[in-house]
């Protein structure tokens, strides 16, 4: 028989944290006793509740106190606690009870002092410096023999994501799958946020799969680029090749975007696109040489957007700019994430996924899909931040345009309807 | 053994209507010999193709030809038959060996002439009159006892759709489900086919779910009434009670269009309208005491749209205008669609199928909406020429509506790109 | 100003109906201050929280209490109020401030006395008796001048659903949209409650597409009937004549089910079949007659099992036992509602919805559908209580059967693995 | 104005190919006439055409008899052509009018001889032997500079896939992505091809993703590894870290399989199952220290199956045993795909797609997914082989291992129904 008490305040009770972490325990078959709750007498007020845990053994005890911590309940005497390090046993391995992050906000108690994790990322360890004076999460294939990394629960915080309750804005996405929605205002909000980021310099990063060409929705991101919405554009190879096919032949997966027949071996175009730019050494020589005048990719180079082409197994080519080796490209892909502020992912499930694994929790995120499907992946693995907007990607980007156009005006549509 | 020879002509190898019956031959386990084939030489031209039917019986024989007829193979000595008929039995009854109509255009032959079937439709029975003069479809629910019918597969012909080659229009549609395409163009067409139609003083039939009124598309459909661009509107108590909703209280399922909040009790609103409604008496009766003002049934009432408002067990109240006898809402869509030229279906599956049921094949079809899955079932049902556009109803009708505007441009959209 | 003072009690935390009631008071536009929380103990305590509520005006106040009270949250003073009744202002038309109710159970006060509400049904009125001595619930098409129905919200209590912390059965069922599951599992807990449905003496209704007869599924539904598993069957003209053509032909829309080719002349069996049945004067005829002699619907019959066939617009025929009439075939099921336990709805979109929308919250229903959006359909509608699994209903139903035959050992699959 | 005569033979009116090339003549703009046409007098026989090609101008010419060879049409006197080659400008490039290959079977013609292109596979260039004595399928990213590469299209010929008449086997599946349907026959045909697969001693290839193991399935698959069914497995680090979770924990993403409880800290099994066997070395490593007792992979060990994981940019870990670059992966897949008769592409689209690029067209090849879009999407992109079945995978493979089970009747299932 093992006890404790534990404290958790804040929002707990609209913010459905207290429910949560109470029937946490019991599932987990521990038992609790309500010692005291103060519930905020309004709306702004915070709440505080004092629970007692009794589990039949310490190590459930430990199980539980693991479990609830990530929704910010401690034991009240845990405040005193150190986190426990051990070094690495292996290149590539972290030791066996290393404690297994979220993407929520972390901090590790060391030399008696909180250190906020650095680079929030689920499914990462977190290493600790030798002096003991930072912490950052660390990927699996990047920890070496060594490194000092964090083992148990003990001495780690975690901040849990207070939902707040939806007010004007967002307030559909929380159904995030419906296709029957008025979309209008949820892609006004969308370019308010978008708008609101840059004004205060904030980075856009944008995360699209190739059916953005396919559409003829390419002009539209090229437009966002050109304005400055644009900072940071993970995509694929078959984005970037159905771009530059489309520059180079007029064509999409050899169809002409702007007649509706297919060309005459079209369907060897994005061959011929592939070949030409390995053999100009890459996308930036060939917007340097004048093969490539237009597009997705030569609004990036011309407008310095950074971009991580993410190598798979299902590509022709590759392109050059490629980075084919997927643990190098998931670096890339991490170092160009820092500070970004708003996440646009559209038509594509692995590069959605794989963004939205190493992305922290504070990130915005709004991901665009005809297919509910890839919506509901993104948030079952983890992803709970990202809201999802079911439609089709042209007709979506060609009025996020509208609203974000330098004149638009920032009245809502339908509002004098 | 049981033979005989039949001949079909027309555009037949590249309509695709040779290689078809000579399969079906083989499947049902006869077995043929190409006699003489004549190949157009030019694709103008008609071919022409003589082939001999071997049976191990009589019955296979007469198996193989009803169903090759279906594609207007004939036997070379068929032109003499005469269609045999039978009274009906009883109300509601076929005879037993009644011929089952396809929604092509067929042709019985009575007293030496081939008489026209009048509206062709599929699933029915074909009545001829007293004196022989005219022919017509019969749904089986309107047999009565004594009408004469017409048995078995003699002195019946049917016209196959000959598949045109896809030149410009329309071309991308056959591959009806993929999502991945530039839409845009696939919107032009059906803007041009629209205006062609009415510029010849034709009719245009809409069918159209709930969902258009809660993804905010009501108002472009107003737009297209208002511009005449709607003869006949076919739709459920969802639509018009949510329409309704609308024009009454502003939001639609108890949403604010205009917002993005729910009304207070909201919820009820959808019930409320209908009861007010059923106070008034009716749609037409609620418009003419300026009950409802604004929305898709008033645009009706005030351009005289014909509308069938088709019942189901789903329905709440309903509206008192509401067909609540499926049969009877039947008839009055069978009614509604002669004359029809093009017919649109949009975010509704019941609807679109039902009227797809009735629909002669003639009639142009496009079938809208963003579940790939509506337009698979509806070709599966046997509308063939339905063409299908997967995609999100709102922007699609926005579109739609910007190619029909008064002033707009008959270019095509990035021709100039 | 207006200001009072509500109570909520019962599992108000770990049910969530603290906060949800939190959130609505603000989301109305009102305010609130948290006087008194007593939170259980233990989990199985009840907990009681007292609320002021503070609103600009009485009106508002009003919708406030209005609101909440769907959440079982009632004035204090509320407890001496009486419903307001008001007679029907004509036939089918409610008075104008009627109480819409919910499917959840409800209790309105008349005379000091709080009546519970017959027949719980989201979307109707509340009659009260002439007498004052009974509440039901009546749909607005039934309603007759004069009936006296409840208007306001004064005096109607709701009980609010616990939503009780799952534990063992069911829980993974929350997630109900997910493809990636399990699914062995939840077979095994319907079949228990199915069992248990059984030996308790009660009522187990299934509703069924036409889809069950095409894969292949019909025997397993036989089975179910036989075994006594069955007492209600809701489905529409297709299930049955797809279930009686493949009894008269062995096809299934011309397909023989246990081949694979079709059937020559095989898409006109199901007319065929019809019009047979027509003939004979309906399916019990035909089945005394001996014309019927297997399936689903001779099961039926052979074992007294009622069944509803509801009409739409997209039926052939349809059959003599179709009732045509969307409002009468609504009050039928209605009718044989009546007592049932558990509702298994599968491969069926309509006939669920139109299910879900008469049955009470208290019923478990499980929606069985290989397309998603069925499931999310029926739940956005407002059956909450109707849990999903994405699956292929042949397969379910074989694996059903299997845990339902009498020496089924109870033991849960891979339980031993 | 140009002009050649070209011909065609084989099954060309049957399996539709001559339609096929007389429609792509027009639509490229060329004109024709058709000077002959044999047609098979029986279905067994073949059929030939000869038809002249008129076109304004020697490239249209060019390319129309392009086009036109991939249907098998050569001109009449090109039988004497030689391919042209040329070397290849830089590693990784090939000469610009590269000829691109189809997925079919191709010869080119090299001194005289015709010989035939080893491995063919689609979207690649074909490389001649410095002796000119041998052709095989070059992926871009192997070529190296100075290597022989065909380029035009003179002197290269395609066979045309027949497609041959549907009979008994598979028939079903040319409407692939319907999910309506008796599958169980379809299943006993899959079983059928892979037992003849295993007695001709042939080589079977599974690609599965991680659903298997979430869905339960993972027991059926080590069945028919077991049971000699499986030679070669493509997947990716998923399928293999929720196999071996399961295999150390019992769990798959931290759901206990054979309950329906989230395991303590479950989330976190996957990450500790990897690190365990990065520790360990690797799959091999871990079954031989007695790491991996059970499961999918330890299967594979033991019956010395091969098995590719590739990497993909959202992969944790990952495993030592994925290969994480992409073109390296592709490679290995080709390796493994030679002599490969029958392909089961389960619950993935990415390994699905990239295992469809590269395989021939000449393998037989089945995709199972609960998803339609998959289907499509696989022979969207040239896999036209590909037959669907839109299912659940769980319950599929239990079936297929039924029918596999060495006692299991090769009766039909329903055949005595």
């Not at 913010?15 to 006793?33: H, M, Q, R, T, Y």
Request: glycine content about 10%; charged content about 25%.
């Amino acid at each position: 028989m093992a006890r404790t008490v534990i404290e958790i305040s804040g929002h707990i009770i609209d913010s459905l944290i207290l429910p949560k972490v109470l029937d946490l325990i019991v599932n987990l078959g521990a038992d609790f006793e309500v010692l005291e709750v103060e519930v905020g007498k309004r709306r702004a007020d915070r709440s505080r509740a004092l629970i007692q845990l009794d589990a039949g053994t310490p190590e459930l005890l430990g199980q539980v106190l693991a479990k609830v911590k990530e929704h910010g309940a401690v034991p009240v005497d845990a405040e005193s606690e150190t986190a426990r390090v051990e070094p690495a046993p292996a290149d590539g391995v972290f030791p066996e009870h290393f404690y297994a992050t979220t993407n929520l906000l972390t901090r590790v108690r060391l030399n008696r002092d909180w250190l906020e994790v650095e680079n929030p990322e689920m499914d990462c360890g977190i290493q600790i410096t030798a002096r003991g004076d930072a912490a950052r999460t660390l990927p699996m294939h990047r920890v070496q023999k060594g490194d000092l990394i964090v083992v148990g629960h003990g001495g780690v915080k975690v901040a849990p994501m207070e939902r707040r309750v939806p007010r004007e804005g967002f307030e559909f996405m929380s159904s995030s799958v419906s296709t029957e929605q008025p979309k209008g205002l949820l892609i006004h909000e969308i370019a308010d946020t978008m708008r609101r980021v840059r004004e205060a310099r904030g980075k856009i990063l944008m995360v699209a799969g190739p059916g953005l060409v396919h559409t003829g929705a390419a002009r539209h991101l090229v437009e966002l680029i050109e304005s400055g919405y644009v900072q940071v554009l993970f995509a694929g190879n078959g984005l970037a090749v159905h771009d530059i096919e489309s520059a180079l032949f007029g064509t999409s997966l050899g169809v002409y975007l702007d007649k509706k027949v297919r060309a005459r071996e079209g369907h060897e175009h994005h061959l011929r696109a592939i070949n030409r730019i390995r053999r100009a050494g890459g996308i930036r020589q060939a917007v340097a040489q004048g093969i490539i005048r237009s597009g997705i990719f030569y609004a990036c180079v011309q407008k310095g957007v950074e971009f991580v082409l993410a190598g798979s197994i299902r590509d022709d080519g590759p392109l050059p700019d490629v980075v084919t080796d997927t643990l190098k490209a998931q670096d890339l892909m991490r170092e160009n994430i820092r500070g970004v502020d708003f996440a646009l992912m559209m038509a594509t499930t692995l590069h959605a996924i794989a963004t939205g694994n190493i992305l922290p929790a504070t990130v915005k995120t709004v991901c665009v899909d005809i297919n509910p499907a890839v919506v509901t992946k993104l948030t079952d693995r983890g992803t709970f931040q990202a809201m999802g907007l079911v439609t089709d990607v042209e007709p979506f980007l060609r009025e996020l345009c509208q609203y974000l156009k330098p004149g638009a005006s920032t009245r809502r549509p339908g509002a004098a309807g």
